[in-house]
């Protein structure tokens, strides 16, 4: 299977990157990170050239890094500095690849194509996740043995929330919605509507509403390649403007480690009970049941039960609400083809086929 | 590999199927067992045509089976007969695959080939299940990690009780046998008797036979594809005859689940300490001691032996002993072969390979 | 992947083999030892030709052995001797392969090649082990979920101690070693000294010598393919001669179970605290500790790392101090090379896949 390199992906969250060596792996690149005396975050390759030891598994030396099998020694740039062995010569044609890494709204991206074609313009923005108006919970990642596509598939068709999330984030089943969906450039956005309908869990259990009162919801996503998904969300008294509501909206970002496991980054943020920290752990509760005991068990037992196979040769049952997803999966295809194909677009992706 | 598919299966016991979801893989197919509020055992696919969802993960609504990913209602011919999405429209050329099923005996077989070549007829008879003049065990179904066709192999050539279970189900070690088989159609019989010898450790544990007497044993073995067994089985005091005996007969059923795994169904029936549910307990402690610490490490041990060799390819010895389960393993063989080199066959059937 | 059948391979040590059956596989063949009652020691196909039971599930019966499957019994050559089935007849054509097997300093050996070509003075020697000068530890045998060549690489570049064992095995990071390699038709010297630099602490914890002084280390590896080491190495105070050193040497044999797994046959011996069975657990502890919990997760991560791919398809960065390690790979091809391409050499050998 093919993973489209010329990509920016989330490593994690800045402050993930540390004194400390931090193994990643991304579209099937073992990457290590870690962050130098004077504060730049650093990724490189994390199989040392020598005897192919994890590079994570030995120590920080200074702003090298110290393979812990034979000593090597790569600095920040990954070229190898220091050989304890024989005549001390350091070999210059082997060195570890360095990951172009830039930090930006409290995370850490890297860009796995070619490094001149690394722009930064291609970096979603996140600005809520820099405004202090908000309460937020933590900065999440959770690792998942599941393929990024059908987390994707989750989190662009909302609808399954009221089926998977009845007691948690999912509004009552029955209810309607109103979905519209459209895309821009290599982004799609799927806005829902859900008017008049009981509060969900979330919001009663967090004192965000009563359970007698009826609320509009809006739940409005924005996704960019491969999983990058911006959720502006939340309710209002039935009826009212948006203007007046009460926000939990989210940056919810999935990306492929492997063929069959994922990185997920995740953090929400509300304009209510600002101050309350027993608001931040219950949403935290929520939605972290919601995601290891809902999503992740129902996605684990369709990729089981797809066994391997490539999702449209399983000829699916298409419906009105797999109109994003069945979009975004189009975007994924057509960024995977080669570059001749693709001569009226800009940004023209290259393609790696995992090792 | 391949599967017959014009066979009846045996997915379990009639009072295993209730008002509830109960989810059976057969000869690879991944099928959902439930029944109707009228009574009716019903069999349909187990994967919903949205997003592949299993469908035991949902949950019953009337007689209607939801899914419990995106809220689909199928009825209990597979038709889908609600979708919350959208204008609520029903796809009509996506439904879920419905088995013909038929409960006899206490057991429920499904037709895993085409619907039109279904015949009731070719469902093997176990009327002892319906006499009430035996006590029975439990009906017990147990998955097993092996491949069915290992285990046919053991429960054709009982000389490995001797060896195999000295402590449980087996006679003494050395006793001679005399055996017969034949074959009719495409059922097998193979016929044993071992004369004038100790009785074995669970017709003493069970007081149906003093340690000291000396008895004979019988065990006349019923096999039809691909692995149903009728096990007209008991002991005599020597010489005498076998009316006099004291019967411990069972129904034994193991189907594929898939090329490694397994079901096994069984349940044994006796004509001696009726009323006592001690001795029923006693036999059930045996018979699970037996299958599940003797035969099944054994059965694995042989399999992983194997290596995913094919069985011919690794040129067995053949014993007298191996004359049945070398005639069962011809049966499936012809059962496996296109229908026009099988022209004088009456049942003629076909062949899926295994997804 | 290939294996050299033309070679001994220490199954395990003298003690090991007792009137028990105890199985090893070795480069992929499944084999059972036992002692028979006159003491002699048998390596047999763990196989049973009838249908394919692990033979060390049986049970001995005098000298011959038993199949827990069904009964078979294979004298100490292998042959069939006892059917209990049918007639009685036992089948001429099918026995278990015996393999020529030698005892040699408390090590069992065995032929993997043809009969005819097995030649015992092929068999390493290891005099020191029945040198009763010295004090030994136990005789180990530790089974590794690691392919035979990554340990090999391991201990032909001793290297790595001060990265990997800096708290059991090896000297202080950054001492500087003097190495020359040298080979001698299939085998491999590898001398290496470490001039004045403070002893290791499975020196000092064993009270060989004081955390203050200053020695000069030895350790002169002579490897045979696949893998057997002996490892003459030990301090003595620096500027001293040899002769007046503290001894603490080794035998180490790897042989490849399948290609991923090996046995790692382990024994060290000293001159010094002769008597100390203190001493002699304190070097146990620390080199189980080195090997397990050190070097094992280290080759594992490498082993993972490489994920399949071929050595030096992934071009290894080589440093000097892989010279030997490097020279017993280019052995080990030579090795599996046919005979025809190797006509100078006297022991051609022949070449096996693995099943």
């Keep these: 299977m093919a993973f489209v390199r010329d990509l920016w992906y989330a490593a994690g969250w800045t402050q993930d990157v540390k004194r400390e060596l931090l193994p990643r792996t991304i579209i099937g690149d073992h990457i290590v990170l870690y962050r130098t005396e004077a504060g730049e975050a650093i990724a490189l390759s994390d199989t040392c050239p020598h005897r192919f030891a994890p590079m994570h598994l030995g120590k920080l030396n200074g702003d090298t890094i110290e393979c812990g099998y034979h000593g ?5 740039g990954g070229a190898c500095v220091y050989n304890p062995h024989g005549n001390g010569a350091t070999p210059r044609a082997s060195h570890l690849r360095r990951y172009p890494l830039i930090e930006k709204n409290g995370l850490v991206w890297l860009w796995m194509g070619e490094e001149a074609a690394a722009d930064p313009a291609g970096i979603p923005d996140f600005p809520w996740l820099d405004d202090e108006t908000y309460a937020f ?21 909302l609808s399954h929330a009221a089926y998977l999330h009845p007691g948690t984030l999912g509004p009552q089943q029955g209810t ?5 969906v459209r895309k821009e450039g290599t982004r799609i956005f799927s806005d829902r509507l859900i008017p008049g ?24 996503m924005r996704w960019d390649p491969p ?5 502006d969300a939340g309710i209002v008294t039935a009826g009212g403007q948006k203007e007046d509501g009460r926000i939990l909206s989210s940056v919810q ?3 492929p480690a492997t063929e069959t496991s994922s990185y ?11 101050d309350s920290a027993e608001v931040t752990a219950g949403i935290e ?6 995601f290891t005991t809902e999503d992740e068990p129902m996605i684990a037992a369709v990729h089981q039960r797809m066994a391997g196979r490539e999702f449209w040769s399983m000829k699916p049952l298409l419906l009105s609400s797999d109109s994003a997803a069945v979009q975004a999966r189009r975007v994924m295809a057509d960024l995977l083809k080669p570059r001749h194909e693709n001569e009226s677009m800009e940004a023209q992706p290259i393609v790696a086929v995992a090792g």
């Excluded at 919970?137 to 068709?157: F, K, Q, W």
Aim: net charge negative; aromatic share 14%.
């Design 264 to 274: 997920y980054h995740w953090k929400m943020f509300r304009n209510f009970a600002i």
């Design 137 to 157: 919970t933590g900065s999440h990642t959770i690792p998942m043995a599941l393929p990024c596509d059908l987390i994707v598939d989750n989190l662009l068709d």
């Design 227 to 231: 999983g990058s998904f911006y959720m």
């Design 285 to 290: 509760a929520a939605v972290m049941q919601a």
């Design 253 to 255: 970002i999935v990306i």
């Design 72 to 76: 090597l020694r790569f600095d920040r």
């Design 176 to 180: 309607k919605d109103v979905t519209s």
């Design 197 to 220: 309908a009981p509060p969900a869990f979330v919001f009663t259990a967090t004192g965000a509403a009563t359970p007698d009162e009826t609320v509009d919801y809006w739940a409005n």
